[in-house]
């Protein structure tokens, strides 16, 4: 019988970052670990990418107006690749 995590145990074995879930619903990082048990009731998967942060360009104008522009805006805002939430907004 094929064992329940084969694809990850493969995928461990060629180099893969390995990352298992805690009884509180986070994941962490088996190379931080003693050892990979390959428990068949725990959950394990592949550590995914980080997804890059995304920069984007503004016009904002004394009448209150926002447009969003491509490059050459007088606002660059920083947002999070992960989350999308805003991280860092500069006055050009």
């Known amino acids: 019988m094929r064992h329940k995590h084969?694809?990850?145990i493969h995928a461990w074995a060629e180099g893969a970052e390995i990352e298992y879930r805690t009884m509180g619903g986070s994941w962490v990082n088996t190379k931080f670990s003693d050892?990979?048990?390959w428990a068949?009731?725990?959950e394990y998967r592949i550590k995914p990418e980080k997804k890059p942060d995304v920069l984007r360009y503004f016009e904002l104008t004394t009448s209150g107006g926002c447009v969003w522009v491509?490059?050459?805006g007088?606002?660059?805002c920083t947002f999070c690749g992960e989350t999308g939430k805003l991280i860092k907004a500069e006055v050009l």
């Open 6 to 8: 084969a694809d990850l």
């Open 35 to 37: 050892c990979v048990t």
């Open 40 to 42: 068949e009731g725990c």
């Open 70 to 72: 491509n490059g050459n």
């Open 74 to 76: 007088n606002l660059r």
